[in-house]
């Protein structure tokens, strides 16, 4: 059924719900990087019952192609929006990701295993630096002790980032979802 058949009462009680929606989605979205128009531009996708061109968002919106562009390419790199084929029309068009276990698990696997490998990698050489410092320094007992608590503090943080690492392993496996189980996977 499409919005069309409803009759008008039907239809502004049906947008003000939708737009609540919309409007909370929009102001979560930082949650992802994401601006607050880029979010109301997934809003209105998720609620289109057919995929949508620039000119048709832009339309809605009431939104420059320019933003509108920006808005979807920002949804696209998030994998929050897809970008679908229509016979007949050579205007890109676009649609909702639906699956948002799969966008949450995509977006933050990602965006960890970026931070932990740059930081595993720092902490290594600090320890590396470190060692060669206690061998240069062996005999300096209030150097070594600094170096020494410096070294176990770093490995703690090594241990983190490696469990981590497992951590998003399971959500990149989707091994995630045998542990906390999707909402449909609980009845």
Do not use: C
Not at 7 to 18: A, F, H, P, T
Not at 121 to 127: E, N
Not at 132 to 152: N, T
């Amino acid at each position: 059924m499409s919005l069309d058949q409803l009759n008008e009462q039907q239809q502004d009680k049906l947008m003000n719900i939708r737009k609540r929606v919309i409007q909370t989605v929009g102001k979560n979205m930082d949650l992802y990087g994401l601006s607050s128009s880029s979010g109301h531009l997934y809003g209105l996708l998720f609620f289109a019952d057919k995929p949508m061109t620039l000119d048709d968002m832009g339309r809605e919106m009431e939104m420059s192609k320019t933003s509108m562009s920006t808005g979807v390419r920002n949804l696209l790199d998030m994998k929050m929006v897809n970008k679908v084929w229509s016979k007949g029309s050579r205007k890109d068009q676009y649609e909702v990701e639906y699956d948002w276990h799969q966008t949450f698990t995509d977006y933050f696997a990602i965006k960890w295993r970026k931070a932990a490998e740059s930081n595993l990698l720092s902490f290594k050489k600090a320890i590396e630096e470190i060692e060669r410092m206690l061998r240069a320094y062996q005999d300096d007992e209030p150097l070594k002790e600094v170096l020494v608590q410096d070294m176990e503090k770093m490995k703690a943080a090594v241990a983190y980032y490696k469990w981590l690492n497992r951590l998003i392993d399971t959500m990149e496996s989707e091994k995630i979802f045998e542990l906390v189980p999707k909402e449909e996977d609980l009845e």
